[in-house]
């Protein structure tokens, strides 16, 4: 719990230098409660579009920041840990996008937010999990190149069977690692609990599950629903905000492994630190950052249709 001391020494920082706290839902409770803006992959890219204040101090992995800093690259974006970072962003390699791009006339490289800065600057359009299925319904293309997240990708492909899905083979591990018999298993403990999925979990434990969204999507599905119980296939950081919206519901976890290690750098003594020192910042290279900015923006464009 974050002691008054603390939050007094951050209000005075945030104040001091003009900096706001971007955090998403997987970081510990303890930040998010800090923090100016809290959501999802989507809600935080369209909010560092619209901030004011001169810095922003951003409580998540570094393809988060990055995305900050491409989007608005006159701030200052501070990561609370510069070493918070996705495995998955990294699980595709240029050479792939290339020969696809040899292959196909008609190809639309669709890369999921979860991904770097090099990897978004060699892609058509970006997509998060919220938005994915609108993005890539508005797209022309009959061919769709969609990296890096299988499972996503999967769970998109099977809406869209118009469109021709080449797939690549990265993954979340925290989602990957949540499986259809814990899940089954958590089922006959809480009979009564509706299994709320993200869908970077595996196709089995999709087909089991009563709803498939973002982390802000399973949050707004929990709290609008009747029901009293839920059953969460994503990471833990969302409990919190679940249960700030829905105290009176209980929400249950399926495994022990759904825990994303990089989320849990971000702490709060690290992020006053940065907000003291207002270091190291996230800089790129202009010429990437520019490329990269295209893909993001036609992601924005293409989800508010
Ligand atoms: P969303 O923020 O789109 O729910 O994605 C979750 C995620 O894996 C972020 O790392
Ligand atoms: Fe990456 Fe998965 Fe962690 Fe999200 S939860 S940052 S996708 S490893």
Do not use: W
Request: aromatic letters at 8%.
């Amino acid at each position: 719990m974050i002691s008054d001391n603390e939050l007094a020494r951050i209000k005075e920082l945030k104040e001091k230098h003009d900096a706001v706290i971007l955090a998403h839902y997987y970081v510990d409770g303890d930040v998010q409660a800090v923090a100016d803006y809290v959501g999802d992959s989507f809600f935080l890219a369209k909010a560092a579009t619209k901030i004011k204040a001169k810095t922003i101090v951003f409580a998540g992995v570094s393809f988060m920041g990055e995305s900050a800093k491409i989007l608005n690259p006159e701030k200052k974006v501070v990561m609370v840990d510069e070493f918070a970072d996705c495995p998955m962003a990294h699980m595709v390699d240029i050479d792939d996008i290339k020969k696809v791009r040899e292959e196909y006339d008609d190809v639309a490289v669709v890369c999921y937010v979860n991904s770097t800065a090099e990897i978004k600057s060699y892609s058509d359009v970006c997509v998060t999990s919220s938005n994915a299925l609108k993005v890539v319904k508005n797209l022309p293309n009959k061919n769709i190149f969609f990296i890096p997240d299988y499972n996503l990708a999967h769970y998109i492909s099977e809406q869209l069977p118009e469109k021709h899905f080449i797939f690549n083979d990265g993954f979340c591990h925290v989602h990957k690692s949540i499986n259809k018999e814990e899940v089954l298993a958590a089922k006959e403990l809480h009979p009564d609990a509706e299994v709320l999925t993200h869908p970077e979990c595996t196709a089995d434990v999709l087909a089991i599950s009563d709803f498939i969204g973002s982390t802000s999507e399973i949050i707004d599905y929990a709290t609008a629903s009747a029901k009293k119980e839920f059953l969460v296939c994503t990471e833990m950081g969302v409990f919190y905000e679940l249960g700030q919206k829905n105290p009176e519901k209980k929400f249950y976890s399926v495994g022990h492994r759904q825990f994303c290690p990089n989320m849990k750098k971000v702490t709060v003594d690290k992020l006053i630190n940065r907000l003291e020192n207002l270091e190291p910042e996230v800089i790129l290279p202009e010429e990437l950052s520019v490329k990269a900015n295209a893909p993001l923006i036609k992601m924005l464009e293409l989800a508010s249709k």
